[in-house]
């Protein structure tokens, strides 16, 4: 079986110790995603798995035969950059830029549980059918997220221009 990666079909490594992470920095070269703490506790190395956010240093790649992985390279469409990205460039959300692909990838998932109404810790009415975009949602579902260099606001300004308007 195989992984598709940003749509293209490759072979899931034979040793089952390779994480998800190392599978796509070091065999597949896509260096867009991250490698901080290695430990799941900063959000560096976020991707996309069917379109849901995960922590791929704490995945085997083997987990994800048959799945479908989107990494920040993946993102952009034949049209150009993804309006997140894009927002994160005008409302200067990077300094550095080490968390960036990790913080736009969370981003694209955060929205995707915002439309199927997943609750989070600060979603006041569990029970609803849809959960309203706020600027504290936002910040409780990107916690898990760390920026070092204090983009913090304009990395919450840029995902509320991209998504507090759209019908998720």
């Known amino acids: ?26 065999t597949l070269h896509l260096t867009g995603t991250k ?3 290695n430990q799941g ?6 991707v996309l798995a069917d379109g849901e956010r995960i922590l791929s240093c704490l995945a085997l790649a083997v987990q994800f035969e048959g799945r479908s992985i989107t990494t920040i390279e993946g993102l952009a469409g034949q049209d150009g950059m993804h309006p997140l990205q894009l927002a994160f460039i005008e409302h200067d959300g990077f300094q550095c830029g080490y968390c960036t692909p990790g913080q736009i990838c969370s981003a694209v998932g955060m929205a995707a549980e915002l439309a199927r109404g997943a609750p989070s810790a600060v979603t006041t009415d569990l029970g609803a059918a849809t959960v309203r975009f706020t ?20 990395i919450i300004a840029a995902i509320t ?7 998720l």
Request: overall charge positive.
């Open 1 to 26: 079986m195989a992984i598709r990666i940003n749509g293209t079909e490759t072979r899931a490594p034979a040793d089952p110790r390779v994480s998800l992470l190392d599978l796509l920095r070091e």
């Open 35 to 37: 490698k901080g703490c």
């Open 41 to 46: 506790a900063c959000g560096a190395c976020t």
């Open 135 to 154: 600027g504290e949602e936002a910040r409780e579902r990107m916690s898990g997220n760390l920026c070092r260099c204090g983009a913090h606001n304009g």
């Open 161 to 167: 221009q991209t998504y507090a308007g759209a019908a």
